[in-house]
């Protein structure tokens, strides 16, 4: 079993409840290629609970030089035997086992194969394959992660019918200080701090979340009517007031409060996701963060606020105030907590729910609830029924043709790549012979793919030049090691996500562009 010590920088990122959540996981990996292994290595090593890798494949020669995870001695022997093994060796944390099953023949099995597992990764399968796999995940209600390597580019699919997460956690500094809206203990402390009768020590550290409430309150008197600043006029006068109380230049917390004058002028508002999500589109409402999300919606009714965070920064400031505005916080976060608490009782009395949620999830949901968000995507089904428009999700067609830095090409060269393989049982290239003339009618044929899956988008000047294609084919369906590891390493990152419900995933397609070092995600 796992210890804090051992796992203890990845807790920080995602919490012990993060890793129980991430040890409870089997990950069916359909596929053993370099691809497939270089994602399962940056599951394991975090600590995943179990893996299951399903192929029919032997090792090959060549197989050798791109896939890390095998030996000489592994050659002609079952590639799925032979990854799973040395992977274990990496976190004797975590279980492996392998079916030496044909990824074809496990998605035809359907539903019933995958029942146990609680993500699939698919490696390397052609588009109606995995098109029938989403549908399967779609019925189970587990995510699918579709990954494909091929020479110098590559593409990650993510899809799960709904992903509801409430730690996004978003690189914002914004906070939830409600400097514009004081409630009563936070208005009262402020009141309290008599900024002409201090001594200069205590000036000097005084919070700055009671300097910017006490400017802002001065800013009010002098433009009376208004309640915040808006114009650049404005935020300036604001700036001057706290200026002018400025005794001197060593003054840290007034520098402090220059820097976060913004707080004291963005007004408090529900972000659009979060508004989304308290309409409560769902048909899992007996769902945990349902049963939350619907307590938080009819406290945003009573109250017109999301809970309070209650997290503080760290500031300039004298102990016994920083310590009394943390128990504010805190006792004010506690409150709104208990008061979703008691929204649930009733909620799950009237669904009939058993049991009840955990203390520490609604904690959790409570103190990150201004970041919460539903990520829908679309079934790579749909996907494969254009059009698709920006109304509908999709990309701007019209953007994308005009810049020059797109992956867009790579895309439909991929795509149509993929539909050779299907209908040729190879890809374009591999049984061509050197040179371009042995590679021209490959390229011919993938050109005229190429083509009839861009006119069904029926999107004007959309092409792909030729350039693309043709470096598709000199591939011949080699994966390089080079590529499949970043493109395992971001589709590893990707998996902890959706299954630690924590930080925003990708929506919904990576396109990868070794020749340039570039990357792109768009929504299909």
Not at 336 to 346: K, Q, V
Not at 416 to 423: C, G, L, T
């Amino acid at each position: 079993m796992a210890t804090d010590d051992k796992y203890d920088r990845q807790l920080r990122l995602w919490g012990s409840h993060g890793q129980k959540l991430l040890m409870e996981s089997h990950i069916c990996c359909l596929g053993s290629s370099a691809v497939a292994t270089e994602t399962l290595k940056n599951l394991v090593l975090p600590g995943i609970g179990r893996f299951t890798v399903v192929d029919s494949a032997a090792v090959e020669a060549a197989d050798l030089g791109n896939n890390f995870f095998l030996e000489e001695a592994d050659l002609n022997k079952s590639r799925a035997e032979a990854v799973c093994r040395l992977l274990q060796e990496l976190n004797p944390d975590v279980v492996g086992a392998f079916l030496n099953k044909s990824p074809m023949v496990a998605v035809q099995e359907g539903a019933e194969f995958f029942r146990n597992f609680t993500m699939v990764v698919a490696c390397q399968l052609p588009e109606a394959a995995c098109s029938s796999l989403g549908d399967i995940c779609q019925q189970l209600n587990i995510p699918v992660i579709y990954i494909t390597s091929l020479g110098f580019v590559g593409k990650i699919r993510l899809y799960i019918s709904e992903h509801p997460v409430c730690e996004t956690k978003p690189d914002s500094e914004l906070g939830d200080l409600r400097l514009t809206d004081p409630f009563p203990e936070l208005r009262q402390f402020a009141n309290s701090i008599d900024l002409a009768s201090l001594d200069n020590l205590r000036h000097g550290h005084v919070p700055y979340v009671v300097l910017l409430i006490k400017a802002l309150d001065a800013w009010r008197e002098q433009n009376s009517g208004k309640k915040l600043p808006k114009t650049k006029e404005e935020k300036d006068k604001l700036k001057e007031i706290l200026n002018g109380w400025r005794r001197n230049p060593d003054e840290l917390n007034f520098d402090e409060a220059l820097d976060n004058a913004y707080k004291a002028w963005v007004p408090y508002t529900i972000p659009d996701p979060v508004q989304s999500l308290l309409e409560l589109k769902t048909s899992n409402l007996k769902s945990d963060f349902w049963v939350v999300a619907r307590a938080v919606s009819q406290f945003v009714r009573d109250c017109g606020k999301l809970p309070l965070a209650g997290s503080l920064p760290d500031m300039a400031c004298l102990t016994e105030w920083y310590v009394k505005l943390q128990e504010i916080y805190s006792s004010r976060a506690g409150g709104d907590c208990a008061a979703i608490n008691a929204h649930i009782a009733g909620i799950q009395r009237e669904i009939g729910a058993e049991g009840g949620v955990s203390p520490d999830y609604v904690q959790r949901f409570c103190r990150n609830a201004q970041y919460a968000e539903v990520f829908r995507f679309r079934s790579l089904s749909e996907e494969l029924q254009p059009p698709v428009n920006v109304e509908d999700g999709g990309p701007d067609w019209a953007e994308e043709i005009d810049d020059e830095e797109s992956l867009i090409p790579w895309y439909f060269a991929l795509r149509a790549a993929e539909r050779y393989r299907q209908e040729r049982e190879h890809f374009p290239g591999a049984l061509a012979g050197n040179g371009e003339a042995a590679l021209s009618a490959d390229v011919a044929a993938l050109t005229q793919l190429a083509s009839s899956i861009v006119d069904s988008y029926k999107v004007e000047n959309l092409a792909v030049e030729s350039k693309y294609l043709e470096e598709i084919v000199r591939y011949g369906g080699c994966e390089l090691h080079t590529t499949s590891s970043v493109l395992g390493g971001i589709a590893a990152q990707e998996a902890v996500k959706l299954i630690s419900k924590q930080y925003s995933p990708l929506n919904n397609t990576l396109l990868y562009d070794g020749l340039h070092g570039k990357s792109q995600v768009l929504e299909f």
